[in-house]
């Protein structure tokens, strides 16, 4: 989009049931480039108003895939086309410039002499795919850059392959197709852990019971018929204008998994928010945490995006009282954390911290219970009597059970939330190591 003079255009964006809207600033004659991530639907319609009320509208047609899509960035292979997929050959300038764009495929293969003519931003979104444990094959790549690329991937690398031609990455992605990827669960699901939100349940209850208490106190000690008519109908203004002016109550709970010795955690995040009236509701995206999207693709939802800051900054929902409002995210962080683990001659299980740094108190998951585990520096180890255990005693404590196989430990630590500064107050944060396995010692 170019401009003739400067102006703020307002660009507004529909793609199926959700919008985006955002301002531009155009300087005269510089052309201005904003990729937006938008939901995948079979029309996308852009609509641009300038202040003069003048503008341009486009709708645009997409064929949507019914077959795993594979985008090809490398030389054309020899042999037979990737069993499975629908395969796109794409130029390295043509891949997103957003880590919320790569959704849309299921699998990359590139090669390596294209990844310098990708841009910055391309890269850091094509980096966050590989750290989100999206399926790469990359072609080409010498000891140095094959291992660049490994120290950024997730799942423990099971998602990554380095190969010396085109035509090997077939079966490459076989392999990767065949390995099971251990993912945290769907951000949706994550609402079991805190449980159902009552906050606002039991406000109005307590309101509307002092309400009637003042009522019939009023009642007992008046007679007068203005009277006893003017305090309920002023109780009630009260009571609706207090209900609908008042914050709507907001959690957030974030679950993050990884293997021991993983360099990166995958988590997904859950932020829900309780409307206290009709209208639209208004929830603030968090800055801190990546690629937020609606939980329910069926929720209309209007975004606004940030195009100075290149993120969404809040999201508007159709409201009414005691509804529920989420947002869902998915990203990954650096971990530094490795626990190990072996069974001992007298039927105990011992953990033993194999990290660089101290592991903080949390909870063994193993064989369908839960045994609480201290503070552990570095090489230190301490046997576990499995001979106890306790059931789960809330959502997190269910979730990590649920996570964790029979015969194959893992420990559940509390995490802390400092890096999310505009969290709500009701927040809470998990990790879930699972732990390598050791012979019997």
């Known amino acids: 989009m170019v401009g003739q003079e400067r102006r703020a255009v307002g660009v507004r964006i529909d793609s199926g049931g959700a919008t985006v809207r955002t301002t531009l600033a155009l300087e005269p004659g510089q052309p201005s480039v904003t990729f937006v991530p938008v939901r995948a639907a079979e029309t996308v319609s852009v609509r641009a108003t300038g202040s003069r009320r003048d503008g341009l509208a486009r ?95 997730g799942c423990g690398g099971q998602a990554f392959a380095a190969v010396a031609s085109p035509d090997e990455a077939g079966v490459a992605l076989e392999r990767m197709l065949s390995a099971t990827l251990v993912r945290p669960p769907d951000a949706a699901s994550l ?75 995958q988590y997904h995040g859950l932020q829900q928010a309780v409307a206290l009236g009709r209208g639209v509701l208004e929830v603030p995206v968090l800055a801190a945490l990546a690629r937020p999207q609606s939980c329910r693709s069926e929720d209309p939802a209007a975004w606004q995006w940030d195009a100075n800051g290149r993120r969404f900054s809040s999201v508007r929902f159709e409201g009414r009282l005691f509804s529920r409002a989420s947002v869902c995210y998915a990203g990954e962080f650096p971990v530094a954390r490795s626990v190990a683990a072996r069974p001992a001659p007298d039927g105990s299980i011992v953990i033993a911290n194999r990290g660089a740094s101290s592991s903080p108190p949390g909870l063994l998951a193993w064989g369908g219970r839960l045994f609480r585990l201290g503070a552990l520096q570095p090489g230190a180890s301490v046997a576990v009597e499995t001979s106890g255990g306790n059931p789960a005693q809330d959502g997190a404590q269910g979730m990590a059970l649920e996570r964790t196989p029979l015969d194959a430990p893992a420990v559940l630590w509390p995490l802390e939330l400092s890096r999310v500064t505009d969290a709500p107050q009701q927040s809470q944060a998990w990790l879930l190591m699972r732990a390598s396995t050791e012979g019997q010692g």
Request: aromatic residues 8%.
């Open 59 to 153: 709708d645009l047609r997409l064929a949507l895939s019914e077959s795993p899509l594979l985008a090809w960035v490398a030389p054309p292979s020899a042999g037979p086309p990737v069993a499975g997929f629908h395969t796109i050959a794409f130029e390295a300038q043509q891949l997103p410039h957003t880590a919320s764009a790569y959704s849309s495929i299921d699998a990359l293969v590139i090669e390596r002499g294209r990844l310098p003519a990708l841009a910055q931003e391309q890269f850091a979104a094509l980096l966050s795919y590989v750290a989100g444990c999206g399926r790469t094959v990359l072609v080409g790549a010498s000891t140095e850059d094959a291992a660049l690329f490994r120290a950024a991937v």
């Open 191 to 265: 609402s079991a852990i805190p449980g159902p939100d009552l906050r606002a349940w039991h406000l109005v209850v307590t309101l509307l019971v002092l309400c009637a208490a003042v009522v019939v106190i009023g009642g007992i000690f008046t007679t007068s018929l203005a009277v006893a008519t003017f305090v309920p109908a002023t109780l009630a203004a009260c009571l609706v204008a207090f209900v609908q002016t008042r914050a709507p109550d907001e959690q957030l709970t974030v679950w993050a998994e990884s293997g021991s010795g993983d360099r990166l955690a």
